[in-house]
């Protein structure tokens, strides 16, 4: 996780907002029952929520929804 939180940091977001970014991240993990997922999901999820986020968009549900939808998993995550 501490390589995420770096991920975020270093996209030029305020603390609040890698706060965001980390509930985000971390619903998308489990919306994906995350058991050892490859080191390339979770850069994937963590890129699409970055992504997102630098469009505006701060929501944790909704940051979370555009990760899991970006790799083509229509799973239900929890809000």
Known sequence: MSEVVQLFREASFDPEEVEALCLAYEKARRSLHDR????????????????????GELDPDKLCETAVIALGNKAVFER
Not at 45 to 55: F, G, H, L, S, T
């Open 36 to 55: 050892g997922q490859p080191p390339i999901v979770q850069v994937i999820i963590a890129e699409r929520i970055i992504a997102a986020a630098k469009r």
